[in-house]
């Protein structure tokens, strides 16, 4: 393969990936392995100072089970009727892998503002859905209320972190499509 090809397949890859929602998605999940090598692509996001603001913790085996007892007492301290907090309980045991996203920022650094760590914490969930994708895998990322509600704070977070949410992982049932239609290149690439 010629190199020009090589980049063609490497751009190729990056446009065919999609969020792909935990309905959609079955096992394989990541193994250990693999995440390790999308934890390193996460590493390569710039980052201004190696502050590294971010962390991972992989909620798989057990720990569905806990994180399924968390998301039903929030929906139920959040108000929510009896159904509702059984289908939140669902959303931590339906996909075969569940990776908490948790931003460490250090908002009194004194070269790394708050926006450049907050865009490192972005970049490296780029890099490492993009590294899923790459080995084959598909995934989504969740945010909402529950990364608010105190007790799942609590079990993700220590001083000075915050729960971004959640990538649901595992490989796609079918091809991913995007749900909106984007601009083209041109949109957002101009001169100066």
């Known amino acids: 393969m010629s190199t020009a090809d090589a980049r ?8 065919s990936r999609f969020s792909v929602g935990a309905k959609h998605l079955a096992e394989p999940a990541p193994s250990p392995q693999d995440l390790q090598g999308m934890a390193q692509a996460a ?7 190696g502050l590294v603001p971010f962390r991972f913790a992989i909620v798989r085996g057990a720990a569905r089970e806990r994180l399924a007892d968390l998301f039903e007492q929030a929906a139920v301290q959040a108000g ?3 159904d ?15 990776v908490a ?3 460490r920022i250090d908002t009194g650094h004194p070269v790394a503002s708050v926006h450049e760590q907050w865009m490192t914490v972005g970049g490296a969930l780029t890099n490492f859905l993009n590294a899923a994708h790459a080995l084959g895998y598909a995934g989504k990322m969740l945010s909402g209320a529950k990364v608010r509600a105190a007790p799942i704070v609590a079990a993700f977070c220590g001083p000075g972190e915050s729960l971004v949410g959640w990538v649901v992982m595992g490989t796609a049932r079918k091809i991913g499509t995007p749900k909106f239609q984007k601009p083209g290149p041109d949109e957002v690439l101009r001169d100066w």
Do not use: F, G, Q
């Not at 063609?8 to 446009?15: D, R, V, Y």
């Not at 590493?43 to 100072?49: E, F, G, N």
């Not at 509702?84 to 569940?98: G, I, K, Q, Y």
């Open 101 to 103: 996203v948790i931003a």
């Open 80 to 82: 929510k009727t009896a």
């Open 8 to 15: 063609s397949s490497i751009l190729a890859n990056l446009n």
């Open 84 to 98: 509702e907090a059984v289908l939140d309980r669902r959303r931590a045991l339906e996909p075969p892998l569940l």
């Open 43 to 49: 590493l390569r996001a710039p980052d201004h100072a």
